[in-house]
């Protein structure tokens, strides 16, 4: 919030000692348009303000030209701006921004136009000083977060079903999963930030030329979505069990969701991941045996069994391992130290004294 208050003031400033025209109001409005998003997105919002805004002006001073500036060229205009910005790239910023360029050119005339374009430059380019070179995200951290806000959301879902199956006979209800919907979002919202975090590390000055830690890290992020997965399927096979068995698989279902909500607190930290990975084991040592019974208890077994691996590889384990301590009852595993990308300036290579 200190970061669009203080770009927005800027751009009123720049535009207002730059610009010979009418009290620059576009150009901070721009600004806080293009930094109004989730950071790690907020360069690419600029331009695609930009964009918008150049498609939609072009587009009105055409219809001004040839059609006048009554309501039928305001809707040609802002029609042909959408079709344009449709084209450009689909993003409903652009096609707002095109949409409101178009309609600011036919109404106002051409000079208003080619002043909306200024300010809509000046707007954009204040937003990626800010975003891409005063403050940049790091791609690290945006992961991170991303992983802390899923790992967290998954330990919720499966303690609402602990908690579900232990209600007493006769008393439990459907699945509750509405309450569970949550889930599927951070998991598209985990995807979405994996792109984020490339963009950033290829794109921001700061990070280019560094981003084989952030490939490692959203390599490892996609073990989430596996992860997720397997929730969901246990939640899923938990939740028709029997009365016989709902309360055995109580107790397993809710230390699952205590070793997620306590790797949420800090995904990266080495200690934290080995904690979970030796918590993760013992939960599976101590679950209760279905091997042998019926149906539903075995796959419910079984999904334990998968959401417990998925945990200890994205805990750092190596894949194969994880599943032959799974199978053997093993009570450590080896964990993976995880990347770290730091702010200090690449360093650079030292020359050799023969060179």
């Known amino acids: 919030m200190l970061q669009q208050a ?39 919002n600029a331009v695609r303000v930009l964009s918008g805004v150049v498609a939609g ?55 208003a136009g080619i002043d909306r374009v200024l300010d809509a430059l000046l707007g954009a380019g204040v937003a990626l000083v800010f975003s891409q070179l005063l403050f940049p995200p790091h791609p ?18 499966l303690d609402l079903t602990a908690r579900a199956l232990d209600e007493p006979e006769g008393e439990h209800d ?31 000055l700061l990070w280019r030329g560094r981003h084989e830690p952030v490939v490692q890290e959203i390599a490892t992020t996609k073990y989430l979505d596996l992860l997720g997965n397997s929730c969901l399927t246990l939640i899923r096979g938990a939740s028709a069990l029997g009365t016989g068995h709902r309360q055995a698989f109580a107790r397993t279902v809710r230390e ?38 019926p149906a539903l208890p075995v796959a419910v077994w079984e999904s334990v069994r998968l ?8 805990a750092g384990a190596d894949a194969d391992e994880a599943e032959r301590a799974l199978h053997e009852g093993a009570a450590d595993l080896p964990v993976g130290i995880p990347p770290r990308l730091r702010w200090s300036p690449r360093p650079r290579r030292r020359r050799r004294p023969w060179a």
């Open 6 to 44: 203080t770009a927005a003031a800027f751009s009123w400033w720049i535009a207002r000692n730059v610009f010979a025209h009418h009290v620059p109001l576009f150009a901070p409005i721009a600004t806080l348009v293009a930094l109004n998003t989730p950071v790690g997105g907020r360069g690419t």
């Open 307 to 314: 959401v417990a691996g998925d945990i200890l590889v994205f």
């Open 57 to 111: 002006v072009v587009v009105g001073q055409l219809a001004f030209r040839f059609l006048g500036h009554d309501a039928p060229s305001v809707g040609v205009a802002v029609l042909c701006a959408l079709l344009v910005a449709l084209f450009i790239d689909g993003e409903r910023i652009t096609m707002a921004q095109a949409a409101v360029g178009a309609v600011i050119s036919v109404a106002s005339g051409q000079q």
């Open 140 to 157: 690290l951290a945006l992961l991170r977060r991303a992983e802390s806000a899923t790992l967290e959301g998954l330990g919720r879902a």
């Open 174 to 204: 459907a699945p509750p999963w509405e309450e569970l919907r949550p889930v599927y979002t951070l998991l598209t919202d985990l995807g979405g930030t994996r792109d984020d975090a490339i963009a950033v590390a290829r794109r921001t």
């Open 256 to 293: 699952l969701s205590e070793v997620l909500t306590v790797l949420a607190t800090a995904p990266a930290n080495h200690a934290v991941r080995q904690h979970a990975i030796r918590w993760t084991l013992g939960i599976v040592r101590s679950a209760p045996e279905a091997e042998g019974g």
